[in-house]
């Protein structure tokens, strides 16, 4: 029963070296990954840790790792199929594939509408602290923006504003932007997870939710066109999926309901060509949100431009 909830993941690792079992401790705690580096990882149960070792039940034996050949640790909460693991910002999940109808229900509390002094657009919640990921275009010169959270309630989505929420971070050669919202306690918020964009391929249907115009929680679906193209010097998944100004900043799920790409342009009249940004960036952004801070003392946050150079003038 054991061996069939928990798994196993070796890489680099000489068979023959493998410790010797050790006696079962009588504590048992949860389900870790450990992260050993240079892509070798363990998941297993940790049943017992020291000051210099963990002792891992992998299923079918006990490994004694030292725990200073650990590099990270991971809590895993529940079984293979919808374990979750959390990171500072953000989280994923091993999620079973659902239509997107049922995806829609499932996630659809999780994204939410910014509205700014010049415009508005999607994001979604990435941390039930209230981190939102949205387009940085969506935010551009602004530090504090509204964000309206649709709640399901017994007579449906109740639309509730977060007024002020700051403007956190800004990544503008990626189009990202953090928004932190102070949430009031009776709001309960849901969240997405992030998945693997790498594992994306043409052909894979995928789905964005999102407020179009101003239409909150419009959801539109289609497949990768292409998994690599370049569009305004950055590399974006090319999708058939409707993106339509205020859909930007919104996030763009696989069918196992994971946000793969954030949605960010689209070609008016040209519904077949869409754009998003693949998750991995996003992952980066949320994972050195410091290096991105916001700088509120300026008006540009805190991007420069330099000027072109002159063009060189004919000889005379």
């Known amino acids: 029963m054991l061996a069939a909830m928990l798994a196993v993941s070796f890489c680099c690792q000489d068979p023959a070296a493998t410790p010797a079992p050790v006696p079962l401790p009588a504590k048992v705690d949860g389900v870790e990954v450990l992260d050993l580096g240079n ?3 363990i998941q297993g149960r940790v049943l017992r840790s020291t000051e210099q070792t963990i002792f891992v039940d992998v299923g079918y034996d006990v ?3 030292p725990l200073a050949a650990v590099l990270r640790r991971e809590t895993v909460d529940g079984n293979r199929t919808g374990g979750i693991v959390r990171e500072k910002l953000w989280a994923r999940a091993e999620l079973p594939e659902r239509s ?3 995806g ?10 910014i509205e700014a002094a010049g415009g508005q657009g999607s994001g979604f919640v990435t941390h039930v602290d209230g981190w939102v990921v949205t387009n940085f275009h969506v935010v551009e010169r602004e530090v504090e923006v509204d964000v309206v959270v649709y709640s399901l309630g017994k007579n449906g989505f109740e639309p509730r504003t977060v007024r002020k929420c700051k403007v956190a ?3 503008p050669a990626m189009d990202l932007a953090l ?5 009031p306690d009776d709001l309960a918020l849901k969240t997405i997870y992030l998945g693997d964009s790498d594992a994306m391929q043409v052909g894979d249907t995928v789905y964005a939710i999102g407020a179009p115009i101003g239409l909150d929680r419009t959801v539109s679906s289609g497949i990768v066109s292409v998994t690599n193209r370049t569009f305004e010097g950055r590399c974006h998944f090319q999708i058939t999926t409707p993106i339509n100004p205020g859909n930007s900043g ?3 799920f696989n069918l196992r309901g994971e946000v793969v790409g954030v949605n960010s342009a689209g070609y008016r009249g040209f519904q077949g060509l869409n754009f998003a940004i693949p998750a991995k960036y996003v992952i980066d952004f949320l994972n050195n949100r410091d290096a991105f801070a ?3 003392t300026r008006s540009e946050n805190g991007v420069h431009y330099l000027p072109a150079p002159r063009r060189p003038q004919p000889a005379k």
């Open 250 to 252: 919104g996030p763009l």
């Open 63 to 65: 490994l004694k790792v």
């Open 100 to 102: 997107v109808a049922e």
């Open 104 to 113: 829609a229900k499932v996630f659809g509390e999780a994204v939410v509408k």
């Open 169 to 171: 971070a800004i990544n």
């Open 179 to 183: 928004v932190k919202m102070e949430t």
């Open 294 to 296: 916001l700088d509120t």
């Open 39 to 41: 892509g070798c990882r």
